[in-house]
């Protein structure tokens, strides 16, 4: 079945750097991958589509600047985290859905804390 | 607007014991409908899903959900619980295209009682 890599599993860092994920669709190409944000006990909140190709598409108060999204091939999208604070602390988690295919696949999360 | 609903936060149930998790949906067409596991620290997984077809479907790990329209609901159930299955739950609805993004409802957090 189709798999989705996210790396890394977790980071830690300082405040007022930058931290890229990466989210891999192993066995298919993935025109549009999707990012999502996890609070504590919450569910996820969508942040951007990112678009093979062309600029992705954020969700009403993210901030673009802050969370930069780079799809530049059918099987790789970024979300880089711009000088990160602690209120950026959270659970990042990307999916991408096959073309053709129905469903949804997720990675298994990046688990971000800044410090 | 469309919406999911998963009206309970948490639930306890013992181990051995039937489980029912509510699911309702808001939408403008028939949607797509998943349920999604996820543990601690970790990514979703997918338990089932329904487009069309049988209203009864089948998952993995000995899940299945009821799509009923009149209720614009889709309720997950399993008929004995394991230890392992402690862990939270989603709901989710998504439009046909591929392009187009999943609303998840709040999650339904499970406990199982030993």
């Known amino acids: 079945g189709a798999v989705v890599s996210q790396h890394p599993s977790w980071v830690i860092c300082k405040s007022g750097t930058s931290v890229k994920i990466e989210c891999r669709s192993l066995?298919?190409?993935?025109?549009?991958m999707f990012w999502y944000r996890q609070f504590p006990k919450q569910s996820l909140m969508l942040m951007a589509t990112?678009?093979?190709?062309?600029?992705?598409?954020?969700e009403q108060g993210v901030e673009k600047d802050k969370f930069l999204i780079n799809h530049a091939s059918l099987t790789l999208s970024t979300l880089t985290v711009t000088s990160a604070h602690p209120e950026d602390s959270s659970f990042y988690i990307c999916?991408?859905?096959?073309?053709?295919?129905?469903?949804?696949?997720f990675g298994s999360g990046t688990r971000l804390t800044v410090v | 607007a469309q919406s999911v609903t998963q009206p309970d936060i948490h639930i306890t149930v013992s181990e051995g014991a039937s489980l029912e998790l509510r699911c309702n949906y808001s939408?403008?067409?028939?949607?797509?409908l998943f349920w999604y596991v996820q543990s601690p620290g970790q990514g979703l997984q997918l338990l089932l899903k329904?487009?069309?077809?049988?209203?009864l479907v089948q998952g993995i790990k000995g899940f299945e959900a009821e799509f009923k329209r009149s209720q614009s609901s889709f309720n997950l159930r399993k008929p004995s619980v394991h230890w392992s299955d402690a862990a939270e739950y989603f709901c989710?609805?998504?439009?046909?295209?591929?392009?187009?993004?999943?609303?998840f409802g709040s999650g339904t957090r499970l406990s199982i009682r030993p």
């Open positions: 939408y403008g067409a028939t949607p797509y």
């Open positions: 999916s991408a859905r096959e073309q053709g295919l129905e469903g949804y696949t």
């Open positions: 066995d298919f190409q993935a025109t549009t």
């Open positions: 989710a609805v998504g439009p046909p295209s591929s392009a187009s993004k999943i609303i």
């Open positions: 990112s678009n093979e190709g062309s600029k992705a598409t954020y």
């Open positions: 329904y487009f069309s077809g049988d209203t």
